[in-house]
């Protein structure tokens, strides 16, 4: 079953720092581009990165470019979200999907996280 479990959400003051991972199982990391997504309350889903498999190039954001970083590392089949200078606006919950690159033409994502919570206090 291909599964991704992400981690390492969790309560953080204005201005500080938080880095997410994502662990993949279940299928060929290297085959799929992992994107990060957020959902805040009463808001609509958003992507904030992805990564292609093919290239490389990472795409962020406006709201989270220069702030954020995404990296990832095919022997730990994990995939990180760097995060600097959170601020409210930040609070969601974080989920990681793939194929991000395909959602960006279709729309459709094979396999989501669960997700992880990000609290930005002020």
């Known amino acids: 079953e291909k599964q991704l479990v992400e981690s390492g959400g969790g309560l953080v003051q204005a201005g500080g720092s938080l880095r997410l991972s994502c662990a993949a199982s279940?299928?060929?990391?290297?085959?799929?581009?992992i994107g990060w997504f957020r959902q805040a309350p009463g808001k609509e889903r958003e992507r904030i990165s992805c990564?292609?498999?093919?290239?490389?190039?990472?795409h962020y954001a406006d709201s989270v470019n220069g702030r954020f970083t995404m990296s990832t590392d095919s022997a730990k089949k994990t995939a990180y979200l760097q995060m600097h200078s959170l601020n409210p606006e930040d609070t969601a919950v974080y989920s990681c999907?793939?194929?991000?690159?395909?959602?960006?033409?279709?729309?459709?994502?094979?396999?989501w996280g669960q997700g992880t919570s990000v609290t930005v206090s002020s």
């Open positions: 999907a793939a194929d991000c690159t395909y959602f960006y033409s279709t729309g459709i994502l094979e396999v």
């Open positions: 279940g299928f060929t990391f290297d085959d799929y581009a």
């Open positions: 990564i292609s498999n093919s290239n490389g190039i990472t």
